[in-house]
């Protein structure tokens, strides 16, 4: 029902086999953790925010009907998808992705300058990583030389070619969690939302 946010980090552990494949486990762990560090860095915390505020200013406009039981929709979402609860399932998508070395470079590229130039542009959805690589000229006249070089050598690296190659695919896994979970507190505000207003309007609900 509501388009869904987000692209940038996330990260991995598969659950189950701990006892019968520890080294697997501990380098998830490991991953997961690095994940966390990422997340942190780059501010995910705020960008899944207004994240959320954008997408259900979205859902408003789509159905006006519904703005006046905003806050209780709002509440439901801060609720039922607090971001302490979000960053462990990306951290678990994240992480089955990339390795915690490769996710602890891309933390460490994502603090310099360009890196955190680059991560803006493709959290607002205004770049995507794989056309560096594809067309890096086509990209060229959104940064200065100095940090389309610096841009290029990370990409170059084995952490930047497999940040590259599963950027997609954990934006996707992240967005699919997202809007599952979404859904899920939507219909049950609404729920909530429809007997409060039976209530306060004597069993006559107008939307």
């Not at 940038?8 to 080294?23: H, R, S």
């Not at 762990?29 to 899944?48: C, N, R, T």
């Not at 997202?178 to 909530?192: D, F, H, I, M, P």
């Amino acid at each position: 029902m509501m388009k869904t946010m987000m692209t940038a980090a996330a990260a991995v552990v598969l659950f189950g086999g701990f006892l019968a494949f520890p080294v697997q486990a501990q380098t998830n762990a490991s991953a997961i953790k690095a994940a966390q560090h990422l997340f942190v860095v780059v501010k995910a915390e705020d960008q899944y925010n207004q994240m959320m505020k954008k997408n259900l200013d979205t859902e408003m406009q789509k159905k006006p009907q519904f703005a006046q039981f905003r806050p209780q929709i709002e509440a439901a979402l801060h609720k039922g998808m607090p971001w302490s609860k979000i960053k462990v399932k990306f951290a678990q998508i994240y992480a089955k992705e990339m390795t915690a070395d490769d996710i602890d470079k891309a933390a460490e590229f994502y603090q310099s300058p360009a890196g955190g130039k680059l991560f803006r542009k493709v959290t607002d959805g205004s770049l995507k990583l794989d056309k560096l690589q594809q067309n890096p000229m086509e990209v060229a006249s959104q940064f200065s030389q100095e940090e389309l070089q610096q841009i290029m050598t990370f990409m170059a690296t084995p952490s930047g070619t497999k940040l590259v190659a599963k950027g997609q695919v954990i934006a996707n896994n992240c967005q699919a969690y997202v809007k599952k979970e979404v859904e899920k507190c939507l219909k049950a505000a609404a729920g909530k939302v429809f007997m409060e207003a039976m209530a306060k309007n004597g069993g006559k609900v107008h939307f």
